[in-house]
């Protein structure tokens, strides 16, 4: 069973940032793709981005291109979201996926808020 936990997440300011980051406990990190997730109260979980394993980087939301980066290393098992500019739209809970062939895993979540 592999864990995933994230973690980074908290309050900050309109404008502010942070660096949520996803550790995976599994040997065979390195093969996985490894995306971010959100879902705001009341909202469907929505798609934010994802990295492969060579580290080709893929984002949904519109909202949050240009803003948010994903990033992995292999050699810690782990992967970020950095998070610029965030505004109050931006508060939810993030969650990380980590995806090996169709076995999915996903971690509790973290909580974003931000204040306006």
């Known amino acids: 069973q592999v864990q995933v936990v994230e973690s980074g997440g908290g309050l900050v300011q309109a404008g502010g940032s942070l660096r949520l980051s996803c550790t995976a406990s599994?040997?065979?990190?390195?093969?996985?793709?490894m995306s971010w997730y959100r879902q705001a109260p009341g909202k469907e979980r929505e798609f934010l981005a994802a990295i492969g394993w060579g580290g080709s980087a893929t984002y949904g939301a519109n909202s949050v291109k240009g803003r948010f980066t994903i990033s992995r290393d292999g050699a810690r098992n782990t992967v970020w979201l950095q998070m610029n500019n965030l505004k109050p739209e931006d508060t939810a809970n993030y969650y990380c996926n980590a995806d090996q062939g169709g076995y999915e895993y996903w971690g509790q979540g973290t909580p974003v808020t931000v204040s306006s």
């Open positions: 599994s040997p065979t990190f390195s093969t996985y793709r």
